[in-house]
């Protein structure tokens, strides 16, 4: 008996942007993951699926801050065991599940464990997508370029980014770097037409330009597009 692990993108928070393949996924599987911070906390997933998919029972799987690799091995063990019990098991994630996701982490690892495991992924409306959407941006168009970066890393690794006027340049994971990312886009002549988002889709959310949250941090669940300058 072999189970199937899948990989669901939710989206970013609003429950109108699962997709129906999406809704499908969750619905035909026999157990849905989802990450969390603790046992007794409603992660964001989490809160998409119930919201979107009423009456699905959802697992949560703790992912405990500082101990990543422990988390990962943990939720590991749970997907592998219902692999092995011949379970389809739905793992929902914020987003799409190939970008920045733990999903990726815990499908790596299962993979080590069980070479032929069946994984596959139901991808996701991106966080930068629907803040393009909301607030009336183009991306892209003609032969311009995209990098997809984070601030992990803090602002100085955005120069090289911003560097290619030619270039949209997406941000994630900035929002304790957004003073310090205004300024770096002011020195590089890149603030007119940057738009930032917070906690989009959630209670709390902001769409405004970057220039008029530069005032202070923002949550970690903060996406900022900086679009092409050489138009
Ligand atoms: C762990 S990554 C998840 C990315 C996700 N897999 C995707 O495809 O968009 C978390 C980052 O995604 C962005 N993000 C996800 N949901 C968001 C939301 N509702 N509002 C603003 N940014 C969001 C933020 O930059 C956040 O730091």
Do not use: W
């Amino acid at each position: 008996m072999t189970g199937t692990l899948v990989g669901v993108g939710v989206g970013p928070g609003d429950p109108e942007l699962l997709t129906q393949r999406a809704v499908r996924a969750i619905r035909e599987a026999d157990r849905v993951l989802a990450p969390s911070s603790a046992v007794d906390a409603v992660g964001r997933a989490e809160s998409i699926v119930r919201q979107a998919c009423p009456g699905v029972r959802i697992e949560r799987l703790v992912f405990a801050m500082g101990q990543a690799s422990g988390s990962v091995e943990d939720a590991a063990q749970v997907v592998v065991a219902g692999l092995d019990a011949g379970q389809q098991l739905a793992f929902v994630t914020l987003g799409d599940p190939n970008i920045y996701s733990t999903f990726s982490s815990v499908a790596a690892r299962v993979r080590e464990l069980r070479s032929d495991a069946v994984i596959e992924t139901v991808p996701g409306i991106m966080a930068f997508q629907e803040l393009a959407a909301r607030s009336a941006t183009v991306v892209l168009r003609d032969t311009e370029r995209l990098a997809l970066v984070t601030a992990l890393d803090g602002p100085d690794a955005l120069a090289g980014a911003l560097a290619d006027p030619d270039q949209a340049v997406v941000v994630y994971k900035g929002g304790r770097h957004l003073p310090a990312m205004a300024k770096a886009l002011a020195s590089a002549g890149r603030l007119d037409g940057a738009v930032f988002g917070e906690l989009m889709g959630l209670p709390g959310e902001r769409v405004v330009p970057v220039a008029e949250a530069a005032e202070g941090p923002a949550a970690y669940l903060a996406t900022v597009i900086v679009p092409p300058s050489g138009r």
